[in-house]
């Protein structure tokens, strides 16, 4: 059994579109548009502008102060300047459970929200941002628990409190019933809405006026909720899409071939081999127990290692089990194409920025050979190839896209495509998934990233793209390093439009915190060279 339970795509799609009563003909009579908002403080049509990003942060079984609340005071130093946050996605660990949002969100980021200063006094499901925050589904946020577990959770907690255990995975009676807890904390959540309710709330609230017709207003301190799990805003001039990855992902089936089951043969001795090491680390575990050691580096390191085989053998059961007909959510890509050459036909616009959880182009050690990422890679290719066949000479020689933000990779990465043979070429692509859940240290084979491809001539490889900046786990034993981080990013002048990256890192080193200084950068869309 698997130790979470990740929903199927279809369930997914669908609940979702439950909760904000997708296309409810109340909400198509007044031609509302629930995938847009626009942003309402005064400022949204300023050229320049600042905006910070973190991703994979909430997590609570970390000593105080948690990493998150470390990378948390960094945002709080560039607030006063900054028009929103963004967040890649895994808000909420281990199983985006409404139990932990308390310690795992609230109160690490209380600043940022309305009555911040009495956090206990906030339930999950009634949040209110003093500042944007504007937040991407990850898997975590989805996941689900099966009952066994959550049983065995519950059964274990007075024991393992009484004997000061920390070997807590933030888990309590439940999982995320489907991306439920999400919803209620961040999406304007209809479902429970009579037909009065809804249309006092969507003439309240849905008044923004845009060229498709009337969005959602969104305003700070007011009214902070989203429209739906993948939304789009201007800002600046700039175009902004927020994707759910969750449901473009699914692995593509195994082949019945003889390649093909020499390939299943391969994976499922591997899944054996992580699940023995997964026993072994666990067993480490009970012995640093008996012995009542306090050291919550070691803690820490065999707890992050776990969570890593786990994700490692559900990507590898994905693959295993993929049925014949995957699903995908080709509504949402069809939206994102259709929404990208709209923008490119917009003079108005300047930019766009696409911001999802799962990394298209990663060199953190679990990531690249992952199934998932490669399905995330051929779905964007294929969004991106349309807009560019549609738009032809309209782009000159820029990017369909200008800037992609991705998590799930735990670390800060800057990763530049060069020609890939697809539209995904000349990209800049930061990775910001080490804001506080376990780090991961760069794979040893390095900074390129080498793709493989059939030709006439046989198999083929390029290099396609290559990490110009890795910021992730270093170092063994007491020369452990463990730098987290967020980001501020800095829109500048008109034309061409250049970003300047500022990376926010806090180390944790020999049980001790320091704030670390790294140089910011200058990125030109479409140009390699940074400055």
């Known amino acids: 059994m698997q130790f979470v339970f990740d929903p199927p795509i279809a369930t997914k799609i669908n609940k979702m579109k439950q909760r904000v009563r997708w296309q409810d003909s109340l909400i198509e009579n007044l031609g509302i548009n629930q995938t847009s908002l626009v942003i309402d403080d005064g400022k949204n049509q300023d050229t320049e502008f600042s905006f910070l990003v973190i991703g994979d942060s909430g997590t609570g079984y970390q000593p105080s102060p948690s990493p998150q609340r470390k990378v948390a005071e960094l945002l709080l130093e560039n607030q006063d300047d900054c028009r929103f946050i963004l967040h890649t996605g895994d808000v909420v660990y281990l199983v985006g459970s409404s139990e ?94 009579n037909p009065l309710q809804l249309q006092q709330h969507l003439e309240k609230h849905y008044t923004a006026k845009i060229d498709t017709g009337r969005c959602l207003r969104y305003q700070p301190g007011i009214f902070t909720r989203l429209p739906n799990r993948y939304y789009t805003f201007r800002y600046g001039g700039i175009d902004f899409f927020a994707l759910d990855s969750n449901t473009f992902n699914a692995p593509e089936p195994l082949p019945h071939t003889f390649e093909g089951e020499d390939l299943r043969s391969q994976l499922q001795q591997r899944v054996h081999a992580i699940e023995t090491e997964k026993q072994h680390l666990i067993k480490q575990l009970d012995i640093l127990q008996g012995q009542n050691e306090k050291n919550d580096e070691t803690v820490h390191d065999y707890l992050e290692k776990i969570e890593q085989l786990e994700e490692q053998k559900m990507d590898i059961q994905k693959q295993l089990n993929a049925p014949q007909n995957i699903t995908i959510d080709f509504e949402q890509l069809n939206w994102l194409k259709q929404g990208l050459i709209e923008s490119w036909h917009d003079s108005e616009v300047r930019g766009r920025v696409l911001y999802f959880h799962h990394p298209p182009y990663v060199t953190e050690a679990t990531k690249w050979d992952q199934a998932q990422t490669l399905a995330v890679r051929n779905n964007l290719r294929y969004v991106l190839n349309q807009v560019s066949n549609t738009i032809g000479n309209l782009a000159k020689n820029r990017p369909i896209v200008d800037l992609i933000l991705n998590g799930h990779a735990h670390c800060f990465e800057h990763l530049y495509t060069g020609n890939t043979g697809f539209a995904d070429s000349y990209i800049h692509w930061l990775i910001c998934g080490g804001s506080g859940y376990s780090l991961r240290r760069q794979r040893p084979e390095g900074s390129q990233l080498i793709e493989f491809f059939e030709t006439e001539m046989g198999v083929k490889s390029r290099s396609i793209a290559e990490s110009l900046l890795f910021v992730g786990r270093q170092g063994k034993g007491r020369e452990k390093r463990r730098p987290y981080s967020g980001l501020r990013i800095d829109v500048l002048g008109e034309k061409p439009l250049k970003f300047r990256v500022k990376p926010l890192i806090t180390e944790r080193f020999q049980g001790r915190w320091n704030k670390v200084e790294q140089k910011a950068f200058i990125i030109e869309p479409g140009n390699s060279n940074i400055h």
């Not at 999950?124 to 577990?149: A, S, T």
């Open 100 to 193: 932990y949002y308390p310690n795992n969100f609230i109160y690490p980021y209380r600043e940022f929200l309305v009555g911040g200063e009495n956090p206990n006094n906030i339930p999950y499901d009634q949040m209110v941002f003093n500042l944007p925050f504007l937040p991407v589904l990850g898997n975590h946020d989805y996941y689900d628990l099966p009952w066994i577990y959550s049983l065995l959770a519950q059964l274990i907690w007075l024991p393992r409190h009484l004997l000061l255990s920390r070997l807590d995975f933030d888990i309590g009676w439940h999982g995320s019933f489907q991306g439920k807890a999400y919803a209620q904390a961040f999406l304007d959540y209809l479902e429970s809405y």
